[in-house]
């Protein structure tokens, strides 16, 4: 973009020690918009480059001095992304050949058709366009799921994200465990763009929305006429993601017959389409991912042990969002920001009420059930600052955040600010822990997981005493 706003033209250096073939070529350029720089030999040209951005080169092949082929190949050295095209005579088409070989784009002959020079460039603008926006989200995806945007500041994340670092550039199978809304795919992804696969795909399968009888179909591919309705031979899910990441989502749903096939793809490294007999290899990493207890399962008969131990060469379990509440400022703060679109950009803000309300749910529906409710408190706010935020209660009816709440000063420092509400959310949590298990302080333990001298330091620190809740 200029100064004004306005979008920058596409530059175009033109470059031949025919004036009249430069100024023409200038005129038809410029009457199409484009930003036209000459030069009438190579010298002048690589000086142009030096001090400016080119978008496309138009070079002679036959100049004095230094030939246009000479010119290619600076200019291959030096900006390997500029688009050449290379003009020649009728009579050197072998020489324009040669150029193409040595990195040239595109060639044409003199006299040049108008329109086919200015198809040229076109199509050699679009590919740069397209090239731009596939450079762009490249990098979206690896800031998007880099370790700086996993939005935590609890040590039970901070472990997952040191697990996630230690792990990505292996090529081992990690299994992610964690109840629903846990953010199991955003771990899968962050293993994957922060790995050495990650310029390949990531291809993402829920085993849990497909039928079985088009599950194995669907993750190994078929062969024509394999069944009713394969009408052509179609690549599966492991072909598709070859070299890169299949993730696989509730993998204890999967039918014991996928079951047995996978646990061979993951031992031999090959697999036969359905419908097939020939031998497919691929390199394609595996990350799964369950909210199911695999096992339990196990014990019950319902998923393979073997197939268990080669899935969870590298286990890792999220925390339930009830177990990192530090974190529910961040993430709400987090998700106003992402979806502020919603709004126009209107709302910035949660009061410090509703944060307080947010710090004592029980997110059973965890991140997921947290980005939603806030969605919906952008949606309703009229002002500039989320003043209530509806969460359902055990019966599944809303109930309203407008309840007094003890405020918070807003000139507190953030992280006192934090602190402060974490401290009083932790005290009404072990209240109702306390008054749920009548006093038990080992089942107590157990359920918090975490150790009993922990949960007597938090009475103390509390003042609480656990006679008074014995026999309640």
């Known amino acids: 973009m200029t100064k004004d706003g306005n979008p920058t033209r596409e530059r175009i250096l033109v470059v031949d020690d025919d004036k009249a073939f430069r100024v023409a070529t200038r005129t038809l350029l410029e009457d199409e918009g484009y930003d036209v720089h000459l030069a009438p030999g190579a010298d002048e040209a690589l000086t142009i480059l030096s001090s400016a951005d080119m978008d496309v080169m138009v070079s002679d092949l036959v100049m004095t001095k230094m030939s246009g082929v000479e010119l290619l190949q600076k200019v291959r050295t030096t900006y390997p992304d500029l688009t050449v095209i290379m003009v020649t005579g009728f009579g050197s088409i072998s020489s324009a050949v040669e150029a193409m070989r040595l990195g040239a784009n595109d060639y044409l002959t003199k006299p040049c058709n108008n329109a086919e020079l200015l198809l040229k460039i076109r199509r050699a603008m679009d590919a740069q366009a397209k090239d731009r926006e596939l450079k762009r989200l490249r990098e979206e995806l690896h800031s998007t799921y880099s370790f700086g945007n996993m939005v935590s500041r609890s040590d039970k994340m901070k472990k997952v994200i040191q697990s996630i670092r230690q792990v990505a550039d292996t090529d081992v199978t990690i299994l992610i465990q964690g109840e629903s809304g846990t953010g199991k ?245 072990l209240v109702r822990m306390l008054r749920l298990y009548k006093g038990n302080i080992n089942q107590i333990a157990k359920l918090m997981d975490i150790d009993r001298k922990t949960v007597y330091r938090k009475m103390a620190e509390y003042s609480i005493d656990p006679a008074g809740f014995r026999g309640s």
């Not at 790995?195 to 291809?203: A, G, H, Q, T, Y």
């Not at 849990?208 to 088009?214: N, T």
């Not at 996978?262 to 990493?285: M, S, Y």
């Open 185 to 429: 795919e955003l771990v899968a992804r962050a293993s994957h763009y922060n790995s050495n696969r990650c310029s390949r795909p990531f291809i993402a399968v829920n085993c849990s929305a497909i039928p079985d009888s088009l599950l194995e179909s669907e993750l190994f591919g078929h062969e024509k006429g394999a069944f009713t309705g394969a009408m052509k031979t179609k690549a599966g899910k492991f072909e598709e993601a070859n070299g890169g990441t299949l993730f696989l989502d509730e993998i204890g749903d999967l039918a014991p017959t996928v079951q047995t096939k996978l646990l061979r793809v993951l031992q031999e490294k090959t697999f036969e389409r359905v419908g097939g007999n020939a031998p497919i290899h691929v390199d394609t990493r595996i990350v799964a991912a369950t909210n199911r207890s695999l096992e339990l399962m196990i014990q019950q008969g319902d998923f393979r042990e073997d197939l268990y131990y080669r899935l969870s060469v590298f286990p890792i379990r999220l925390p339930a969002l009830r177990e990192r509440l530090e974190d529910v400022p961040l993430l709400a703060e987090h998700f106003v920001h992402r979806h502020q679109t919603l709004t126009g950009g209107r709302v910035k803000y949660i009061a410090p009420s509703v944060m307080t309300c947010m710090m004592n749910y029980t997110w059973r529906g965890n991140i997921r059930e947290l980005e939603n409710l806030i969605k919906r408190a952008l949606i309703k706010t009229q002002g500039e600052t989320i003043m209530e935020i509806e969460l359902p209660t055990g019966n599944g009816m809303p109930s309203s955040s407008k309840e007094p709440m003890p405020e918070v000063d807003l000139n507190t420092p953030y992280k006192d600010y934090v602190a402060a509400i974490v401290r009083d959310a932790e005290e009404k949590y």
